[in-house]
């Protein structure tokens, strides 16, 4: 059963950095597209990055982009986000997903509208920016 646990989320001042962090479990993690997503109060979910199985590819939507890095380190199965100069706009709970297909990028910006359009997700972790 695949597991998704991420933490690092919490409570910064607007500009503050945060690096979140998604372990995985029970799965070939190293064989899967990964995903972080958000959903902020009252909003649907948002697509906000991916990165290839290699973690030499990623891709961002523009309103993060320049500001967090998606990275992944395969031999701790952990998939990351560095998330720097923060707004209260990124007040959201961040989950983790996988991909549904293993080795395959289906989860593309745009065409997501719910959790269940990814393979396995997480717990979520809650970032709130405020002073």
């Known amino acids: 059963q695949v597991q998704l646990v991420e933490s690092g989320g919490g409570l910064v001042q607007p500009g503050g950095s945060l690096r979140l962090s998604c372990t995985a479990s029970?799965?070939?993690?190293?064989?899967?597209?990964m995903y972080w997503l958000r959903q902020a109060p009252g909003k649907g979910l948002e697509w906000i990055a991916d990165i290839n199985t290699l973690g030499n590819a990623a891709y961002y939507v523009d309103s993060v982009k320049a500001r967090f890095t998606i990275s992944r380190d395969n031999a701790k199965k952990t998939l990351y986000l560095q998330m720097n100069n923060l707004t209260p706009e990124d007040t959201a709970l961040y989950y983790c997903?996988?991909?549904?297909?293993?080795?395959?990028?289906?989860?593309?910006?745009?065409?997501?509208?719910?959790?269940?359009?990814?393979?396995?997700w997480g717990q979520g972790t809650q970032v709130t920016v405020s002073s």
């Open positions: 029970d799965f070939t993690f190293s064989g899967y597209w």
């Open positions: 997903a996988t991909d549904r297909t293993h080795a395959g990028r289906t989860a593309l910006y745009g065409s997501v509208r719910r959790l269940s359009d990814f393979g396995s």
